[in-house]
């Protein structure tokens, strides 16, 4: 995983990602990009997206795969997990079912991390400034987790909270569950919170989006209370609820 310190100006292709783009585009990438990593044979194409959509696609020699949909403490978990495991190769971040299945296919140690439907997708709104629709993002939630539960009993599962709590639950599951011999150690609040601080840091020098940082800003606490309001009342939410229920069960 790339844990950017440099000042300097970011690559053009993050500079074009965090341009405003219509509605419409937003939606029909965010779309597009989850059915192609919903299918084995468009899968692959993933790869050649430009960062930062194209992230670490697992392959049979890594050594663990931290997957989740996005805003699921994907990056926080696995910055903490690198912090404690450094010379593992991982798998990450590409937010399609496709990877956690290739990775049980290929018998690649892998985590899914899980949040509940209102946190989750809140969060994702508003980190695409509140033009993702809401309709598409309750339908790609229920979708990813649906396709988690056959296979459920072959991986390790997170809750975001725990991660939160202590992000070494990831490699204790791993272990757990594969056998595995990762550092698991309880990480202590003083690394967590220079983990937060050193992604803090990578924000500001990359020049993300306000809404779309992973650490909490006033930006997204102000916008937050609106969104909030509004997914809870969508119709979809309950289909949702259940998903997450079945996968947090195996989450023990």
Not at 37 to 66: F, N
Not at 110 to 116: A, E, G, K, P, S
Not at 147 to 162: H, K, L, N, S
């Amino acid at each position: 995983m790339t844990r950017s310190t440099n000042s300097g100006p970011p690559p053009l292709s993050r500079r074009v990602a965090q341009m405003k783009r219509p509605r419409y585009v937003r939606n029909a990438w965010f779309g597009i990009r989850y059915v192609l990593g919903s299918h084995s044979i468009t899968y692959p194409i993933l790869r050649y997206a430009p960062a930062p959509y194209a992230r670490v696609i697992v392959e049979k020699d890594m050594d663990a795969c931290i997957e989740g949909l996005p805003r699921s403490a994907n990056t926080f978990g696995g910055w903490a997990f690198l912090e404690q495991n450094p010379d593992v190769r991982l798998a990450h971040h590409m937010h399609v079912p496709m990877q956690t299945l290739r990775a049980v296919r290929l018998g690649v140690p892998c985590v899914v991390l899980i949040r509940r439907p209102l946190g989750n997708l809140t969060s994702l709104v508003i980190a695409g400034e509140n033009d993702l629709s809401h309709d598409l993002a309750f339908r790609i939630y229920i979708d990813y987790y649906r396709r988690m539960v056959p296979i459920r009993e072959r991986i390790a599962i997170c809750t975001f909270v725990e991660v939160l709590e202590d992000p070494s639950v990831i490699a204790r599951r791993l272990n757990t569950a594969y056998g595995t011999a990762f550092a698991a150690a309880p990480m202590s609040e003083a690394t967590k919170r220079d983990i937060v601080a050193r992604l803090e840091r990578n924000e500001r020098n990359m020049r993300s989006r306000p809404g779309h940082g992973t650490v909490p800003n006033r930006y997204k606490d102000e916008l937050k209370p609106r969104v909030l309001e509004a997914l809870s009342r969508h119709p979809l939410l309950p289909r949702a609820e259940a998903a997450y229920a079945t996968l947090a069960e195996a989450a023990q």
